[in-house]
Every structure is written in C-alpha cells, then in structure tokens.
Antibody, heavy 123, light 107 residues
C-alpha cells in the first residue's frame, strides 16, 4: 500500500520560504505513469493545485504561484519537495502531497494523498 | 483558467436517501472530471475518475455521470459514513481546479 507523508516546519515567518518534503513508501517514486503533486487548502476553504514534479525532475507549477514555487525530486530517498518563497498570511494552509496518475481516456487524477500538514505563516 | 462550480453548497439528507450533487465547468472539459470525498481533518479520497469510473474499493452506491460542462455525482441509499464534503476537480487542462465542495449533512 502506497503511503505519502509530509514533513516540514509548521510555522514560517512572513517573507521567508516555506519548505516541505513528502516521503513516499510502499511504491516507487520513479514509475513512468505517475507525477508527484502538491495541493493546499486554506483553513475552511477549497483545494488549490500548486504543481507537480516527475521523477525525471520535470515540473509544472500553477501560474498563480509559479514565480514563488520550486519543486524537486530525490529518487534515491524516495522524496519530493516544495519550496514556496516570500510567504504571506495568505499562504497559511494545510499542504498535501499526492500521487497523480496520468493515463489515457480522461484518466488523470490524484489517487493517493498524504495526511496533510498545517503550515501557518505568522511572525 | 477553468472554474468549477458546485451546487448546492450544502445539502441535508437522511440515511437511505438518494442524493444528487452537481458540478459545472466554465468550459468544456470532456470527461476529465474527478470526484473526491473529504471528511473533517482528513485528506480527500478519490471516489470517481473520468466522470463515471468508480475507483477501486469505492461502494457501488456512488455513481457519476456527465460530460462537457455538466456533471453529477449520485449517492444512493445514503449510509452514515457518507456524510462528508464532496469535491469535483477538472483534469482537462492546467492549472487543475477544484470546486468549492458540497457539504452533505445529516438531516
């Protein structure tokens, strides 16, 4: 059974950089069919797609955040990471990592999720 | 960017009821539509992908339909564990977008 676990600081100061890591266990991070994604959810609000990274290092970031987002993957550790720079209170959210399956015939979905980690931006 | 609109925002129902939840995309997304169930304090759980395909392990009382811009999630014979928030998501084009959710509450 695939398991994803987010880790990182729960409190980040305004203007600093948020850094999170997702550790994948129970499966390979290097599979051809999967991307590895970050999704966030401000408290009491809806889900926002941040971006995805492929095991080769190819990334896609939501244009609304693109200038501040860096994603990377470390296949040797079965981990992928998110860095979000210049954070403000608006970046306070539960951050989820997830596996994205990309197939044919309209198949493109997030099937495994981490439990989520709350990151608060505050001084 | 494609916007996803769900209705109603909340719905009260009873165990055993059949409920219908709607999701509308701001433009044609073919059948690139996924449904998730989210319970308080938990990550979303995939229920249906490609508009109508049931994810493995999801009970058959859940069903999805639609294509283009209008989609429906139907839950038949509601069970106590079904009271949750249901979220749709388009995967037709980036940036992927989620609806704001329909909260299904017990009457």
């Amino acid at each position: 059974q695939l398991h994803l676990q987010e880790s990182g600081p729960g409190l980040v100061k305004p203007s600093e950089t948020l850094s999170l890591t997702c550790t994948v266990s129970g499966g390979s991070i290097s599979s051809d069919s999967y991307f590895w994604a970050w999704i966030r959810q401000p408290p009491g609000k809806g889900l926002e797609y941040i971006g995805s990274v492929y095991y080769s290092g190819t990334t896609y970031s939501n244009p609304s955040l693109k200038s501040r987002v860096t994603m990377s993957v470390d296949t040797s550790k079965s981990q992928f990471s998110l860095r979000l720079s210049s954070v403000t209170a608006a970046d306070t959210a539960i951050y989820y990592c997830a596996r994205r399956l990309l197939g044919g015939n309209s198949v493109d979905y997030f099937d495994y999720w981490g439990q989520g980690t709350l990151v608060t931006v505050s001084s | 960017d494609i916007q996803m609109t769900q209705s109603p925002s909340s719905l009260s129902a009873s165990v055993g009821d059949r409920v219908t939840l709607t999701c509308r995309a701001s433009q044609n997304i073919n059948t690139y539509l996924n449904w998730y169930q989210q319970k308080p304090g938990k990550a979303p759980k995939l229920l249906i992908y490609a508009a109508s395909t049931l994810q493995s392990g999801v009970p058959s009382r859940f069903s999805g339909s639609g294509s283009g811009t209008d989609f429906i999630l139907t839950i038949s014979n509601l069970q106590p564990e079904d009271f949750a928030t249901y979220v749709c998501q388009q995967s037709y084009t980036t940036p992927y977008a989620f609806g704001q959710g329909t909260k299904l509450e017990m009457k």
